[in-house]
Nanobody
Framework: QVPLVESGGGSVQAGGSLRLSCAVS????????MGWFRQVPGKEREGVAA????????FYGDSAKGRFTVALDNAKNTLYLQMNRLKPEDTAVYYC?????????????????WGQGTQVTVSS
């Protein structure tokens, strides 16, 4: 089991910013890619952003492009998601995940280990 612990969620007004963190231990032996996903009740989990743990690429879903930035601090074993210009439609539970992924970096089914999620609520 690879513990993943998200933090940084909360409530913010539209146009504001939040930074999510995901503390991960042992990820280097558990995957080559880490990602952020989100889900609202009644909808499928959606890929937001992903990053290769060994470098070499960041990937963003259409909803995140230009507003969100994913980053990995290997020294701190922490994955981040900086979210700017937040919109009410960004409201969701956000999850981080790690897995061995060659293709489909934003596809939830490609990931093996998941955190418990953190709620983000954006009010208009």
């Amino acid at each position: 089991q690879v513990p993943l612990v998200e933090s940084g969620g909360g409530s913010v007004q539209a146009g504001g910013s939040l930074r999510l963190s995901c503390a991960v231990s042992g990820y280097t032996s558990r995957g080559n890619c880490m990602g952020w996903f989100r889900q609202v009740p009644g909808k499928e989990r959606e890929g937001v952003a992903a990053i290769r743990t060994g470098g070499g690429g960041e990937f963003y879903g259409d909803s995140a492009k230009g507003r969100f930035t994913v980053a990995l601090d290997n020294a701190k074993n922490t994955l981040y998601l900086q979210m700017n210009r937040l919109k009410p439609e960004d409201t969701a539970v956000y999850y981080c995940a790690v897995g061995w992924v060659d293709y489909g970096m934003l596809r939830p089914s490609e990931y093996t280990y998941w955190g418990q999620g953190t709620q983000v609520t954006v009010s208009s």
